[in-house]
């Protein structure tokens, strides 16, 4: 695996990581700002788990991607050697296997220990971290022992500096490449003033970059003021969350830009990169703050879409040629991908069907009438390879009988239409009834309700035997690393 230079934690300016705000528009936009480290949001490890990475052809980005085709994580090459990615854990072999998940896309790994939120302590993670010592040193030296990437935490203060210290200098032994302190203990909210003399004692008690975070509401008003709240805490870098989501140009040494200007930069990153208008909308309502209820403001609350925010900002014509960029360039990979799908396995029988339900008696499908003519035959049972187109998220499959193989050439939106289309194919090349409706009697439907009627006597209530429990054991999906999200 190849190594980049690794980061470095001294005297660095760093945008913290924030649920529903640290998404990657804000983290490019910080960046573009003077940012020299971006964390993204929180992300639970076993949400991550559930992901697949995908290769976004369309915005040039890497996408972890749920079951329910959500994009959990997205990222970037501009970003790459810049962005921690801060998970939510309190399971050290979960961890791990979600930082080697996205080991090779981001330049760090941070384990959150310092969330006081309800949703997080209650699942053993963030500040319910700091009172389990044992579990905190499992899970960061499981990590830095694991990945090449260097490793951090973000924590909150003790009740005590001594506690607070003791516990510092005990994550320090497990090799971690530096330390983000919050200056609050966790029953503490961000009107309450930050301890900047336990940071202190920290930053003097360790060797290892201690990164001062809290400052926003008491310190950092201005760019000047982020070196003023480094000094009070002796920290090596400062990382700011609330200053830089009301105006992520706190990081410009020349000093604010207009916030109109800000907000149009970061739309464009929005448009750019397919950000959730939920999410986009909401970060926009951070930086209008008190402008809220302005005429803007309220436009901004009502709008339910991207284009309808962006015409809330007078950019409406560069939604419009920003969408028709990204629609002409999906368009041209879908014909290459056309292309080269006419061009593959000469060997396998094709044929333009869809399985349409309504013309087959209910519980009755063309897979089983395949398995069922199989098993007539002693052929092996068909076993189905599916895979998904990467532009539309379309499906095909192809199934093996007597080691010849079938599909249609007609994509379909879900496996199952998939593979009962590439039964159908088989079944009609091979001239076998496919169970339709206008083929007249059905002897599955007697044998079905033979067996309802066996199953019924005997107390049995199993599977149906025309549809083998096994049957998921002889399903191969062949998912593709080019998946793109429907813009």
């Not at 983290?27 to 992901?51: F, N, P, S, T, W």
Request: glycine share 4%; with cysteine.
């Amino acid at each position: 695996m190849t190594v980049n230079t690794p980061l470095c934690f001294r005297g660095k300016k760093i945008l913290a990581p924030m649920v529903r705000v640290g998404t990657l528009p804000m983290r490019l936009l910080a960046l573009d700002y003077g940012a020299d480290i971006v964390y993204c949001e929180e992300l639970i490890d076993i949400k991550m788990l559930q992901c697949k990475r995908v290769i976004n052809e369309v915005l040039e980005t890497v996408d972890f991607v749920a079951p329910n085709e959500r994009v959990v994580f997205r990222t970037c090459e501009r970003e790459r050697e810049r962005v921690v990615f801060q998970m939510g854990s309190a399971d050290a072999e979960r961890a791990l296997a979600v930082a080697k998940l996205v080991e090779s896309d981001v330049a760090g790994i941070d384990i959150n220990m310092g969330c006081p939120k309800e949703y997080s302590t209650k699942a053993s993670m963030g500040a319910a971290l700091l009172s389990d010592p044992d579990k905190i040193e499992s899970i960061l030296t499981t990590l830095v022992k694991g990945i090449c990437k260097p490793v951090t935490c973000k924590i909150r203060i003790l009740p005590s500096v001594e506690d607070t210290v003791n516990l510092v200098k005990r994550i320090e032994k497990t090799g971690i490449a530096a330390i983000a302190v919050h200056g609050r203990k966790k029953e503490e909210r961000p009107q309450h003033p930050v301890h900047c003399d336990v940071i202190k004692a920290i930053s003097e008690a360790v060797s290892i970059p201690v990164i001062a975070n809290g400052g926003s509401h008491d310190f950092i008003k201005e760019y000047a003021d982020i070196e003023t709240f480094e000094k009070a805490t002796a920290a090596s870098s400062v990382m700011i969350a609330r200053a830089a989501m009301w105006n992520p140009s706190i990081f410009r040494k020349d000093g604010f830009c207009l916030l109109k200007d800000v907000m149009q930069d970061y739309i464009k990153y929005v448009l750019r990169y397919d950000n959730h208008y939920t999410n986009t909308k909401y970060c926009l309502c951070q930086m209008l703050r008190e402008q809220l209820e302005t005429t803007q403001g309220k436009k901004l609350h009502a709008a339910q879409s991207t284009q309808e925010i962006c015409e809330v900002f007078e950019m409406g014509d560069f939604y419009e040629e920003i969408t028709a960029i990204f629609e002409a360039k999906k368009t041209s990979l879908e014909t290459k991908m056309q292309d080269d799908d006419q061009m593959e396995d000469p060997d396998v029988i094709k044929m333009a069907v869809r399985f349409d339900k309504r013309e087959y008696p209910p519980q009755i499908t063309p897979k089983m009438y395949l398995l069922e003519w199989c098993r007539k035959e002693k052929h092996p049972q068909p076993v189905y390879e599916t895979v998904q187109r990467p532009l539309d998220r379309l499906f095909c499959s192809v199934v093996t009988v007597a080691e010849q193989k079938y599909r249609s050439t007609l994509w379909d939106k879900s496996k199952k239409l998939a593979e009962q289309a590439a039964a159908i194919v088989c079944l009609r090349t091979l001239g076998v009834p496919e169970g339709k409706l206008c083929e007249g009697e059905n002897h599955l439907i007697n044998k079905r309700k033979r067996g309802d009627q066996e199953r019924l006597i005997s107390g049995d209530h199993g599977e149906d035997p025309a549809e083998p429990s096994q049957k998921k054991a002889n399903f191969i999906e062949e998912t593709s690393d080019m998946t793109v999200p429907k813009m």
